[in-house]
């Protein structure tokens, strides 16, 4: 499993905003490159961006930001946050990221899906999916649809993406642990490359979360920055549970 420390992006600042809500937000820096390398240093395997001004406006504002990460780090870069179209996933493919992480609009419209899968191999894009009681969020999470979260997965799984992206919204930046019920059953229906992300807090999290042996990674954000988890020490446990597995 690997680990995936987050950074969200507002105005060119690093925030994290509570459950997704605006005025929840906490600033923690007006330097993405710095936090970037030090989330490297300290032996992050992928780093995770969220664009949220594209996510509430539609617009990508972070590009250049986004593409000094690629050129400056090591590790490989997935972005998401507001890639409506097909221009935006090229921009952020063309910089150099690793992969796009798209959502509102593929849920709205399965067509969208397909065609960037089409269009860039399932291999480059991962979906996002945000759940509330069980049923698939969008628009921030400012809206619930009537799909049920994990037959959405298992379709979007069918359709050929690469990778999900989970988020149980309950958990999201409350440190209150992953919903590893809804990982469970998620696992056991997909063939595509799983990511847990929110509600990481702890040590005994990420070892819960790398004993599940087909999860590919877990999405680690306010924990990193709170200081409740250290990368390290985050990393290190994962890969002591792979060596585990391997042995046995």
Same mark, same amino acid.
């Given at each position: 499993?690997?680990?995936?420390?987050?950074?969200?992006?507002?105005?060119?600042?690093?925030?994290?905003?509570?459950?997704?809500?605006?005025?929840?937000?906490? &600033?923690?820096?007006?330097?993405?490159?710095?936090?970037?390398?030090?989330w490297e240093e300290e032996g992050g395997n992928c780093l995770h961006v969220v664009d949220l001004d594209a996510a509430f406006t539609g617009e990508?504002?972070?590009?250049?930001?986004?593409?000094?990460?690629?050129?400056?780090?090591? !590790?490989?870069?997935?972005?998401?946050?507001?890639?409506?179209?097909?221009?935006?996933?090229?921009?952020?493919?063309?910089?150099?990221?690793?992969?796009?992480?798209?959502?509102?609009?593929? +849920?709205?419209?399965?067509? %969208?899906?397909?065609?960037? !899968?089409?269009? %860039?191999?399932?291999?480059?894009?991962?979906?996002?999916?945000?759940?509330?009681?069980?049923?698939?969020?969008?628009?921030?999470?400012?809206?619930?649809?009537?799909?049920?979260?994990?037959? %959405? +997965?298992?379709? &979007?799984?069918?359709?050929?993406?690469?990778?999900?992206?989970?988020?149980?919204?309950?958990?999201?930046?409350?440190?209150?642990?992953?919903?590893?019920?809804?990982?469970?059953?998620?696992?056991?229906?997909?063939?595509?490359?799983?990511?847990?992300?929110?509600?990481?807090?702890?040590?005994?999290? !990420?070892?819960?979360?790398?004993?599940?042996?087909?999860?590919?990674? &877990? +999405? !680690?954000?306010?924990?990193? %920055?709170?200081?409740?988890?250290?990368?390290?020490?985050?990393?290190?446990?994962?890969?002591?549970?792979?060596?585990?597995?391997?042995?046995?």
């Amino acid at each position: 499993m690997i680990i995936l420390p987050a950074i969200d992006l507002l105005d060119g600042k690093v925030v994290r905003l509570r459950q997704g809500k605006l005025d929840q937000k906490t &600033v923690y820096s007006d330097d993405p490159l710095g936090f970037a390398r030090r989330w490297e240093e300290e032996g992050g395997n992928c780093l995770h961006v969220v664009d949220l001004d594209a996510a509430f406006t539609g617009e990508q504002r972070n590009l250049r930001i986004v593409e000094k990460l690629v050129t400056s780090l090591n !590790i490989p870069v997935q972005v998401g946050g507001g890639i409506r179209s097909i221009k935006a996933a090229k921009e952020l493919l063309g910089v150099g990221a690793e992969r796009v992480v798209v959502g509102t609009k593929a +849920i709205e419209e399965p067509e %969208f899906l397909n065609q960037l !899968i089409s269009t %860039f191999g399932g291999g480059k894009i991962a979906m996002s999916v945000d759940a509330k009681d069980g049923k698939v969020a969008v628009k921030g999470w400012t809206d619930v649809t009537e799909l049920d979260a994990i037959e %959405f +997965i298992r379709k &979007v799984d069918n359709q050929g993406v690469g990778t999900i992206v989970f988020t149980d919204i309950a958990t999201d930046g409350m440190l209150s642990g992953p919903n590893l019920p809804a990982l469970e059953k998620i696992l056991a229906c997909t063939r595509c490359r799983i990511i847990s992300s929110g509600g990481v807090a702890n040590l005994d999290q !990420i070892r819960h979360l790398s004993a599940m042996p087909r999860l590919y990674g &877990v +999405i !680690i954000g306010k924990a990193l %920055f709170d200081g409740t988890v250290d990368l390290g020490e985050a990393v290190a446990a994962a890969n002591a549970a792979a060596d585990a597995r391997g042995a046995v």
